[in-house]
C-alpha cells in the first residue's frame, strides 16, 4: 500500500522535498504538517463535491418530500403549508384513480420489463458469436438507446395510429381487424411498452454481453467436456456466469418503470396526455404525480404520490428478497 | 471492499472489450478469457440483421415521413421512401417548434452537465481508487446507494427550491440537481483502479508533489479516455432527459425533448412537423454515435456490472 499514507499515519516525516533541505526545522515542520493536511484532507475534498450536490438536489428533497405530504400546498402559493397530518394519504388511499395508476404502473411494468430483459438476453447471446461486423451489429442495437424519450414516443404513436398506423395497416393487409391502440386499455398498455422495449433492449444487451465476456472460458470447455449440449451450456454457464448482472438490469428496471412518464404522457397526445387516455387506462403514478402538483394545483397530494412509489418501490425489493430467502431455505 | 451485498466486483478489468474480427491475432483485452467463442452461423447472422433492422427502421421511418407531406403521410400503404420535403419540413420545425432555441438550450445543458460530471467523477473516482482514508468503504458504499434513489420522488421540493431561488424556467434549474452523477464516479474508480499504476501516485508524492498536483500532472493524463467516454454518455442522458426539465421548464425556454412535446399537443397534428422535429432532436446525437460508436459502446460495456 502506499507508503506515503503509512507514513501520514504513523507521524514520520517525509523526505523534505529539494529546495528546503537548508536544515531549517521550521520550514521542515510546516511542509510536514501541510504535506499530512494534504494526506488526510484532499481525499475528502475530492470527494466532497459529489455528497454537497447529491446531499443539496436529490436527498433533501427526497426527505422533505414526506413532510410536503403531510400538508395543503397550492401550487400558485407554495410558501403557505397547512399541515393536514395523514388527510393526503387517508385520501389517497380512497381514490379509485390512485389504484388505478397503481396497477397501470405494474402492469406496464411488467410487459415492458420481462420481455426487454429476455430479448437482451437473447441479443447478448448472439452478440457474443465471433462474427463480421460485430461493431456495427452493437452500435446498431444502441441507435434506440440514442433517441430521447420524446423522439421515440412521437414516432411510436404513429406507427400505432388507428386510421393510417403502420402496425394497423400490416394488421389489415394479412386479414386483422385494425385495433384502437390509444383508446382501448391493453393495447394501449402494449404500445407504450413498446416504446420501452425498444429503447433500453440493445442498453441492456450491452451489459449482458459485458458480463458474459468475463465468463473463464474453461467453464464452456469443462462442460463440452461433460457433453452438455449448447443450449445447455447456456442455461448452466452463461445464465448463472451473469446473475449479479441480472440482478442489476432488472433492480435498474424496475426503478425506471414506477418511473414511467414520457412513454404515456406523450403517446396520449394532446389533451389525453396527463389523464393517461380519456379513461385513465394508460394513467401510471408519474402521469398522476404531475397532474395532481402540475394540473390540480395540489403540490402536497404530488408529493403523497411520489412517496406512495418511493413505498412501491420499497415493498417490491423486499418482496424480492424475501422470495430469495425462502428460496434458499428451501432449497 | 469485503460488504458485499451489492452485485459489485470491484476488481474487473475495465478496458475496451472490443474484439478485432477472428484470425489475424485479434487482440483479447479482457484478461478472464472471453467467454464462448463460437463462430456465428447463418441462423446467428439473420436473427442479428433482423435486430438490426428493428433497431433502426424506426428512425429511418422518421427521416421518411419528415420528407414527406401530410396527406402522403396519412395514406395508405404507409410510404416507405423519402420523399423530396425533407429540407422545408426540418426549416419548418426548426421556426415553428422553437426547435432552434431548444437545440442551443439542449446543447448548453447537456455540454455543462457532461463536463462537470466528468470533473467530479475523476476526482471522486481517483479518491476512492487510489487513496486511503477514514470512512472510504462506507463512502463508496453510498454512492453506490444513491444509483437506487429515483429522482422523481423528490421532485415537488425540488420545484419549490428552485422557485425559490428564481430559476423556474431557465436552465441553472436543470442543470445544477444533475452535476454530479454516482455511476460516473462508480466508473472513474473502476477505471483508475486498474488503469493507473500505484507507482506514478507514489512517485509523485516522492517528489513531494501535493495531491491536486498529482490529480493534474499524473491522474488525468491516464484517465482521459474513460473522460472521454463519460463525457458522451453523460452527454446522451442529458440530451435525453425528460421528466425533470418538462416540469421545471416551460415552451419559452425548452430543452429538445420539452419542444417535442409542443410539436404533438394540438389537435390537429402536423405528423411532417412532429417528425422533422423528432429527427432534428435526435440527429446530433446520431452524429455521434456513428462516429464515436466504438467508444460508446466500450464505455457502456466497461461499466457494466460483472458477475
Not at chain 2, 141 to 152: A, D, K, R
Amino acid at each position: 500500500m502506499a507508503t506515503s499514507t503509512t507514513k501520514a499515519l504513523t507521524g514520520e516525516e517525509p523526505p523534505a522535498p529539494p529546495g528546503t533541505a537548508d536544515g531549517g526545522k521550521t520550514a521542515r515542520r510546516r511542509s510536514a504538517l501541510l504535506h499530512r493536511l494534504d494526506v488526510k484532507g484532499a481525499p475528502f475534498a475530492f470527494v466532497a463535491p459529489f455528497f454537497i450536490v447529491f446531499a443539496a438536489f436529490s436527498f433533501y428533497p427526497l426527505v422533505y418530500t414526506s413532510w410536503i405530504s403531510l400538508h395543503d400546498v397550492e401550487l400558485a402559493t407554495l410558501d403557505v403549508m397547512e399541515w393536514v397530518a395523514f388527510d393526503n394519504y387517508v385520501e389517497l388511499w380512497g381514490d379509485s384513480r390512485f389504484w388505478n395508476a397503481l396497477w397501470n404502473t405494474v402492469t406496464i411494468g411488467v410487459i415492458s420489463t420481462v420481455p426487454q430483459l429476455m430479448m437482451a438476453l437473447g441479443l447478448a447471446h448472439l452478440l457474443n458469436y465471433r462474427m463480421r461486423a460485430s461493431l456495427f451489429f452493437r452500435v446498431a442495437s444502441l441507435v434506440p438507446y440514442a433517441t430521447s424519450v420524446a423522439a421515440a414516443a412521437l414516432v411510436f404513436t404513429m406507427i400505432f395510429e388507428r386510421d393510417f398506423g403502420m402496425i394497423n395497416w400490416a394488421l389489415g393487409s394479412v386479414g386483422i381487424d385494425p385495433v384502437d391502440w390509444e383508446a382501448d386499455k391493453w393495447p394501449a398498455q402494449v404500445a407504450i411498452s413498446t416504446i420501452v422495449i425498444w429503447r433500453w433492449t440493445g442498453y441492456n444487451a450491452l451489459l449482458y454481453l459485458a458480463a458474459m465476456q468475463a465468463i473463464p472460458a474453461e467453464r464452456y470447455e469443462a462442460a463440452s467436456l461433460d457433453g452438455a449440449s449448447r443450449w445447455k451450456q447456456f442455461t448452466h454457464v452463461t445464465v448463472p456466469g451473469i446473475r449479479s448482472t441480472i440482478v442489476f438490469t432488472i433492480v435498474l428496471s424496475t426503478i425506471g418503470a414506477t418511473q414511467l412518464f414520457g412513454e404515456p404522457l406523450i403517446f396520449g397526445q394532446g389533451p389525453n396526455g396527463v389523464t393517461g387516455g380519456a379513461d385513465n387506462q394508460y394513467q401510471t403514478l408519474g402521469l398522476l404525480l404531475y397532474e395532481e402538483g402540475w394540473k390540480n394545483y395540489q403540490m402536497g397530494r404530488s408529493a403523497t404520490v411520489a412517496w406512495a412509489m418511493f413505498m412501491l418501490l420499497v415493498l417490491v425489493f423486499a418482496a424480492q428478497r424475501l422470495i430469495k430467502r425462502l428460496r434458499s431455505r428451501t432449497s | 471492499m469485503t460488504t458485499n451485498s451489492l452485485p459489485v466486483r470491484t476488481d474487473t478489468p475495465v478496458r475496451t472489450p472490443v474484439e478485432k474480427p477472428a484470425g489475424r491475432g485479434g487482440r483479447r483485452l479482457l484478461r478472464q478469457g472471453a467467454g464462448r467463442q463460437h463462430h456465428a452461423g447463418p441462423l446467428a447472422y439473420v436473427l442479428l440483421v433482423v435486430m438490426a433492422v428493428l433497431s433502426i427502421f424506426p428512425l429511418y421511418w422518421t427521416m421518411v415521413a419528415a420528407s414527406t407531406d401530410n396527406t402522403r403521410v396519412s395514406q395508405t400503404p404507409p410510404p416507405f421512401l423519402p420523399g423530396p420535403n425533407l429540407f422545408s419540413n426540418l426549416a419548418r420545425a426548426w421556426d415553428e417548434a422553437a426547435m432552434g432555441k431548444a437545440m442551443i438550450n439542449s446543447l448548453i445543458v447537456a455540454g455543462v452537465i457532461a463536463l462537470s460530471t466528468v470533473m467530479f467523477a475523476t476526482l471522486a473516482g481517483f479518491a476512492f481508487a487510489k487513496l486511503r482514508f477514514k470512512g472510504r468503504n462506507v463512502l463508496l458504499m453510498l454512492v453506490i446507494g444513491t444509483m437506487m434513489v429515483p429522482p422523481q420522488l423528490g421532485v415537488v421540493p425540488l420545484f419549490m427550491m428552485m422557485s425559490e431561488l428564481g430559476w423556474s424556467q431557465q436552465l441553472p434549474a436543470v442543470i445544477f440537481p444533475t452535476l454530479v452523477s454516482a455511476v460516473g464516479v462508480f466508473f472513474m474508480r473502476q477505471y483508475l483502479s486498474e488503469a493507473l499504476p500505484d507507482e506514478l501516485v507514489e512517485a509523485g508524492r516522492v517528489d513531494g508533489a501535493h495531491s491536486l498536483r498529482i490529480f493534474w500532472s499524473i491522474v488525468l493524463p491516464v484517465a482521459r479516455p474513460a473522460m472521454a467516454v463519460l463525457f458522451m454518455i453523460t452527454f446522451v442522458h442529458a440530451w435525453n432527459d425528460f421528466f425533470w426539465p418538462f416540469v421545471v421548464l416551460d415552451m419559452t425556454n425548452p430543452t429538445v425533448p420539452v419542444a417535442l412535446t409542443q410539436l404533438s399537443a394540438g389537435y390537429v397534428r402536423d405528423q411532417s412537423l412532429i417528425m422533422a422535429g423528432a429527427l432534428l432532436g435526435t440527429l446530433p446525437l446520431l452524429a455521434m454515435f456513428v462516429v464515436f460508436g466504438r467508444q460508446i459502446v466500450s464505455g457502456i460495456m466497461a461499466g457494466a456490472v460483472k458477475g
